[in-house]
């Protein structure tokens, strides 16, 4: 009788043993997949306004709402926004609308100026020299720069 309850016990723990490494295993392969998931939709913010829309598009659906990959998100979003309002010569309504959306995630970020202080400054930065009177970048009216900034905790000066 002992050496059947051994024999049991020791059948027990090798499937365990099992379950453990299935499970371990399994989530490894799922991280593995959302890694890769991430690299291609970052992907899509180095071709045109088609391109980062799509990207766009995947931070709204899948990955905004997994407050793990905001450090890498966020950054990315700030500098697409950056480039936007600054540099970008594309000033299609695809652009326009991709940086309203742009700043929409931003802004939707939970405590962005206590958690990614350095990219709300340079988000706060761009919408200043946007307002200066910047010729570059995707042409915004004064009105929503001054509530742009507002809402990320910024006053820009009176005209």
Same mark, same amino acid.
């Given at each position: 009788?002992?050496?059947?309850?051994?024999?049991?016990?020791?059948?027990?723990?090798?499937?365990?043993?099992?379950?453990?490494?299935?499970?371990?295993?399994?989530?490894?392969?799922?991280?593995?997949?959302?890694?890769?998931?991430?690299?291609?939709?970052?992907?899509?913010?180095?071709?045109?306004?088609?391109?980062?829309?799509?990207?766009?598009?995947?931070?709204?659906?899948?990955?905004?709402?997994?407050?793990?990959?905001?450090?890498?998100?966020?950054?990315?979003?700030?500098?697409?926004?950056?480039?936007?309002?600054?540099?970008?010569?594309?000033?299609?309504?695809?652009?326009?609308?991709?940086?309203?959306?742009?700043?929409?995630?931003?802004?939707?970020?939970?405590?962005?100026?206590?958690?990614? *202080?350095?990219?709300?400054?340079?988000? *706060?930065?761009?919408?200043?020299?946007?307002?200066?009177?910047?010729?570059?970048?995707?042409?915004?009216?004064?009105?929503?720069?001054?509530?742009?900034?507002?809402?990320?905790?910024?006053?820009?000066?009176?005209?």
């Amino acid at each position: 009788m002992a050496q059947n309850l051994v024999t049991i016990l020791i059948s027990a723990g090798g499937w365990g043993v099992a379950v453990v490494t299935l499970v371990i295993g399994y989530f490894e392969r799922r991280a593995a997949r959302e890694e890769e998931r991430l690299a291609k939709t970052l992907d899509y913010f180095d071709g045109g306004s088609q391109r980062r829309s799509i990207g766009i598009s995947m931070i709204e659906g899948v990955w905004l709402r997994n407050a793990k990959y905001h450090s890498v998100l966020v950054p990315v979003i700030a500098n697409q926004i950056v480039y936007l309002l600054l540099s970008s010569d594309s000033h299609d309504a695809h652009n326009e609308r991709n940086l309203v959306r742009l700043f929409m995630l931003f802004a939707s970020i939970p405590k962005i100026q206590e958690r990614y *202080c350095d990219r709300r400054n340079d988000v *706060c930065d761009a919408l200043l020299r946007k307002y200066e009177g910047e010729r570059k970048g995707i042409p915004i009216a004064p009105q929503t720069l001054r509530l742009w900034a507002r809402e990320l905790g910024y006053e820009l000066p009176e005209e």
